[in-house]
Nanobody, 124 residues
Framework: VQLQASGGGLVQAGGSLKLSCAAS????????MGWFRQAPGKEREFVAA????????YYADSVKGRFTISTDNAKNTVYLQMNSLRPEDTAVYYC??????????????????WGQGTQVTVSS
């Protein structure tokens, strides 16, 4: 398995969760690591991304100021810290890797490696 996401669960609105995505060494060497989410009946949407070598981060407007993406290079792991969670954050969250240094890394079609997803449910 090249990407293994974990850390999802059930949390009340206003709470926090931290997702982890463990990557193989080869996959973690990708230029960009990202998180996407997909709610029932909706398309997969961009959440956050990070350029692994320089640490530049990108966020969807809906999560800016609440979510933080980071990496631990020693552990080949990318994290998504989610604070002030809302019911509309409920979705399956996927980590992904892109092996090209795209200028705007927000499209799901740019990512060539995907994890299996972890469910996040936020109750009101």
């Amino acid at each position: 398995v090249q990407l293994q996401a974990s850390g999802g669960g059930l949390v009340q609105a206003g709470g926090s969760l931290k997702l982890s995505c463990a990557a193989s060494e080869r996959t973690f060497s990708s230029y960009i690591m990202g998180w996407f989410r997909q709610a029932p009946g909706k398309e997969r949407e961009f959440v956050a991304a990070i350029r692994r070598k320089i640490g530049s981060t990108y966020y969807a407007d809906s999560v800016k100021g609440r979510f933080t993406i980071s990496t631990d290079n020693a552990k080949n792991t990318v994290y998504l810290q989610m604070n002030s969670l809302r019911p509309e954050d409920t979705a399956v969250y996927y980590c992904a890797a892109a092996d090209r240094n795209y200028i705007a890394p927000i499209g799901a079609n740019l990512y060539n490696n995907w994890g299996q997803g972890t469910q996040v449910t936020v109750s009101s």
